[in-house]
Structure formats: structure tokens, C-alpha cells
């Protein structure tokens, strides 16, 4: 979740959805489905959702979003390493563009993103190798699709698995299920998104990467526009059962700003 931390396969991920970023008028119906089956659960809990953050009329008609992103990061004994304040700012029609700003040390940090591209300006000198193109491309993109839960859930060519319902460690009641891009192959990334049921809110996310897993809880949400998006969340690392070991990041998002289509 982290953007100096993007798992290697959501990277690769981002870049085959890069296509369709910002392309939203084929409406919240994606892959096939049959009444009764899985994806059909699935789609209807994630459908849910959307209403609860806002509705998917408010994502089509949204023409551009800032807002500020703070990243706290700890050690396993909860000493802070680093903090991080970035201010965010995307344009969404007629195509994905936008800007990513922030300092490290006397360092004014910047990705740019256009025509399907990422760049990354160090005091605004580019860094043009493709290393660090693909870097800030991921990086970029990454941020975009995690700002955007649950609406992103419904991408076309991601189909969606119906888990169960489970109950958090907070004791919130909880709907899980489980986004599949493409044919799942070992080694793979696995994410399972928790909806609680009571809300219809995106309650939390954890991700397999390779045995390690990430239990990412939204603890408050951002209510002062008419779309609803999490304004604290803490990640932890923990086992496969969602036992914590120790907390590894604090994310905080406020100052939104929309603008939507007249």
C-alpha cells in the first residue's frame, strides 16, 4: 500500500489496468455471471458498497479529486522510521492525469502522470531511465486504485470471489471477498476486501504476498464530500488466521476536493 512498498504483483497488476483507469462508462457490470453463483454474490455485496460510499453516479460524473495522504511507518518494536505528507491531485476525464507531491529532507519529490505514463522529478529534474519511469508508473496508479475502493472493484476484467462472512478482531461483522485478476497462477498476490455489513463499508483489506501477510483496517472514514473515502487506516503485518504481530503503518487522507461534471 505503501508507494516506496508496492508488492510485485499488484505493479504488475496497475500496468494492465492502466488502460482503464480512468475509463468508467461501461457502468458497475463486469465478467459473467450466473444468478446464484459466487461472482454473482460477489458483485451484488460490492455493488452494495459503492452505494454506501457514494454511489457509482458520483464516480462517473467525478471529474477531478486532491486531497492530502499522510504515511507513517514503524519498526517491530513501534518505533516511528519515517514520516511522509503528500498532497495528491488527480484529473479524471477526458484521461487519467495527475501529480503526487512531497518532501524528503530538503528533496521536493514529484510524479507526474499523463498519456498512460509516470515520471518522477527529483527537484524537478526527471528521472527518464525506465526503471524509474515503471517505478513512478506503478507508484502513481497504485495510490489511484487504493484511494478508490470499492469502485475499483468493479473494473472490467476483474472477476470477484464471495469468501464468507467473517467477523474482525474489532468485532465488526463482515462480508469477505476476493477480487481475481486474469488466471490466478502460484505466486500470485492474493487480496480478500472485508465489507461490514452493517455499514456496507469497505471495513478492511489483507493481502498474501508470497506466505507474508498484510491486514490493512479502515478505522474512520472521511464523510465531508459527497463520496465517502477512509480517513484512518493501520496496516499490520499478520499471520494467515489475521493474528497481528506488530503494526508497520498508519495512513491518514483529509483535505478532500472534488469536482464533479455539470
Not at 40 to 64: F, M, P, R, T, Y
Not at 70 to 94: A, C, F, R, W
Not at 103 to 127: C, F, M, P
Not at 178 to 191: A, I, T
Request: charge should be negative; charged fraction near 25%; glycine fraction near 8%.
Amino acid at each position: 500500500m505503501n508507494l516506496n512498498n508496492i508488492s510485485k504483483n499488484l505493479f504488475l497488476l496497475l500496468l494492465l489496468l492502466n488502460s482503464c483507469s480512468g475509463s468508467r462508462h461501461e457502468g458497475p457490470e463486469t465478467g459473467s455471471s450466473k444468478p446464484g453463483t459466487t461472482l454473482d454474490q460477489a458483485k451484488l455485496i460490492v455493488k452494495k458498497s459503492i452505494d454506501a460510499h457514494g454511489g457509482w453516479e458520483k464516480w462517473e460524473n467525478l471529474q477531478g479529486i486532491s486531497y492530502k495522504k499522510t504515511t507513517i511507518l514503524y519498526d517491530s518494536s513501534g518505533n516511528e522510521e519515517s514520516k511522509i505528507v503528500q498532497v495528491h491531485g488527480y484529473t479524471m476525464k477526458p484521461s487519467l492525469e495527475g501529480i503526487i507531491e512531497w518532501k524528503d529532507g530538503e528533496d521536493l519529490i514529484k510524479i507526474s502522470y499523463s498519456d498512460g505514463q509516470g515520471t518522477r522529478y527529483v527537484n524537478e529534474i526527471a528521472e527518464l531511465d525506465s526503471e524509474s519511469m515503471e517505478l513512478a508508473t506503478g507508484s502513481f496508479l497504485s495510490a489511484f486504485y487504493v484511494l478508490f475502493q470499492p469502485w475499483k472493484l468493479l473494473d472490467p476484467g476483474t472477476n470477484l470471489e464471495f469468501i464468507g462472512e467473517e467477523k474482525l478482531s474489532d468485532g465488526r461483522e463482515v462480508i469477505v471477498v476476493s477480487p481475481v485478476y486474469g488466471e490466478r497462477k502460484e505466486g500470485d498476490d492474493q487480496w480478500w476486501y472485508y465489507i461490514d455489513k452493517e455499514t456496507n463499508l469497505v471495513a478492511a483489506n489483507m493481502v498474501d504476498h508470497s506466505g507474508r501477510f498484510s491486514l490493512i483496517s479502515n478505522l474512520e472514514y472521511d464523510k465531508s464530500t459527497d463520496m465517502i473515502f477512509n480517513y484512518h487506516r493501520k496496516s499490520h503485518f499478520v499471520d494467515s488466521q489475521r493474528n497481528k504481530k506488530y503494526l508497520r503503518a498508519e495512513y491518514f487522507y483529509e483535505g478532500f476536493q472534488l469536482t464533479f461534471e455539470k
